[in-house]
């Protein structure tokens, strides 16, 4: 069964860069039909995606955050993360990675996900 | 970027009932290209519902997804104990921009 579990900081300080990193396990990251994105949730608020990668490392990012979103990958380590610099309290969230369907025209919808992790901006 | 309004926000309602959720995109979502997932407190989001009708694997038949255009609906057919929760729609029909609608909470009346 297809694993994925975030890990990094739960706590980084406003104008800092968060890091985390998504784990994926029982399944390899260089399928061909999947994506591998980052969602956040801010604390009793909606869902918003953040971006996905490819294994190749193409890569699509939300408009209104790819100023400052870095996401990567490591095959190798069948690994993706996600850098988000320049943060504020509005960026306190619970962070999830899940596996993004691959469609012809581009990703879709999201059909695994990790169970998250809160990180907290605050000084 | 493609808007998603959902409503009601929160629809109180007691197990054996039905219940119809709404999810309204500001444009056309492209070949019907709509998801709904259910989120349980503390637990990730589950996918429910991809390409507006379609369920995905290990959903009960309960649940069914319809709508096109601009104007998508999901329905409970008849509510049990573990379907209260938040519920969730995304578009994919702009791929470069994913986006969720706002949530609606379905609670024991």
């Known amino acids: 069964q297809l694993q994925l579990q975030e890990s990094g900081p739960g706590l980084v300080k406003p104008s800092e860069t968060l890091s985390l990193t998504c784990t994926v396990s029982?399944?390899?990251?260089?399928?061909?039909?999947?994506?591998w994105g980052w969602i956040r949730q801010p604390p009793g608020k909606g869902l918003e995606w953040i971006g996905s990668i490819y294994y190749s490392g193409s890569t699509y990012y939300n408009p209104s955050l790819k100023s400052r979103v870095t996401i990567s990958v490591d095959t190798s380590k069948n690994q993706f993360s996600l850098k988000l610099s320049s943060v504020t309290a509005a960026d306190t969230a619970v962070y999830s990675c899940?596996?993004?369907?691959?469609?012809?025209?581009?990703?879709?919808?999201?059909?695994?996900w990790g169970q998250g992790t809160l990180v907290t901006v605050s000084s | 970027e493609i808007v998603l309004t959902q409503s009601p926000g929160t629809l109180s309602l007691s197990p054996g009932e039905r219940a119809t959720l709404s999810c309204r995109a500001s444009q056309s979502v492209s070949s019907s290209y709509l998801a709904w997932y259910q989120q349980k407190p503390g637990q990730a989001p589950r996918l429910l519902i991809y390409d507006a009708s379609s369920r995905a694997t290990g959903i009960p038949d309960r649940f069914s997804g319809s709508g096109s255009g601009t104007d998508f609906t999901l329905t409970i057919s008849r509510l049990e104990p573990e379907d209260f929760a938040v519920y969730y729609c995304?578009?994919?029909?702009?791929?470069?921009?994913?986006?969720f609608g706002g949530g609606t909470k379905v609670e024991i009346k």
């Open positions: 029982g399944g390899s990251i260089s399928s061909s039909s999947y994506y």
């Open positions: 995304q578009q994919y029909g702009s791929s470069l921009a994913l986006t």
């Open positions: 899940a596996r993004v369907v691959l469609l012809w025209f581009g990703t879709a919808y999201f059909d695994f």
